[in-house]
């Protein structure tokens, strides 16, 4: 293993946890506020759950989870207001499962009887350095760590991932590569600002009832440090 390598693993809790850095940038990005019910607004970075999600695309099994602890932004914060066609119908749950019990039935939506044109206001040309610990929780992992550590860094340095990363939403794709945050010669950026309160994650806690969580988001000379965030339900 080069120094590079060893650099991107730092083991602790007794070789239960490592940490990994991924270099994510995008076209545009909308990481929706909760609070605004019609029209799309994002939030003004990429939010801790958006951040988790990138690094699930690239690697998730039950025996894993993913934890970010620091998010810079690489990028000045910039936005574009866009109006496009959305479908305002969701595939009925009930409808699918009477069709899987009958062996048929009509699943289609039609995009005609439920189009809406609907703005939005979305990022554009965002970059991030993201920091997240690969926690070991399943029997397997806990008794094969090395396997999953190198099961990550072999997909990230080699871009595979198990489905597309996005930024916010899926028609958003986001790059990504693996990052040696010591030796980044990119600097986030010079700004530091109350962002107010950011939803940080959802509580599966109640799988049939997930209850969103939020905390309030300090941008410190580009950083947004999640060590010591205080979550809130």
């Known amino acids: 293993m080069t120094a590079t390598k ?5 083991f602790r809790n007794g070789g239960t946890m490592s940490s990994f850095c991924l270099e994510v940038s995008g076209d545009f990005a ?8 019609v029209e799309r607004v994002s939030y003004d970075v990429i939010t801790p759950s958006a951040a988790r999600s990138i690094f699930e695309a690239i690697l998730w099994k039950p025996a894993i989870r993913w934890e970010v602890r620091r998010i810079e932004v690489l990028e000045p ?24 019990n009958a062996g048929r039935g009509n ?5 005609e009887d439920d189009r809406q044109q609907r703005a939005g206001l979305f990022l554009r040309d965002v970059a991030y350095r993201l920091h997240a610990d690969l926690v070991l929780v399943g029997d397997d992992a806990l008794k094969n760590p090395t ?18 990363p996005y ?24 700004e530091t600002r109350d962002l107010g309160w950011m939803l ?7 799988a049939d009832d997930p209850k969103p969580q939020f905390f309030r988001a300090q941008l410190q000379s580009g950083v ?7 979550v809130m339900g």
Request: glycine share 2%; proline share 2%; aromatic share 10%.
């Open 224 to 230: 947004i440090d999640l060590s010591s965030a205080q």
């Open 6 to 10: 060893q650099n991107l693993i730092q």
């Open 30 to 37: 909308c990481f929706t506020r909760p609070e605004m019910k």
């Open 77 to 100: 914060i910039r936005w574009i207001s866009v109006r496009r066609n959305e479908v305002s119908a969701t595939a009925s749950v009930r409808n699918a499962q009477t069709a899987m």
């Open 107 to 111: 699943l289609a939506l039609y995009v």
């Open 200 to 206: 940080y994650d959802m509580d599966f806690a109640a």
């Open 167 to 190: 930024l916010g939403c899926r028609e958003f794709s986001a790059r990504f590569q693996l990052a040696d945050a010591s030796a980044s010669a990119k600097l986030p950026i010079a």
């Open 147 to 164: 396997k999953y550590r190198e099961m990550f860094q072999r997909r990230a340095e080699k871009g595979q991932c198990v489905n597309q």
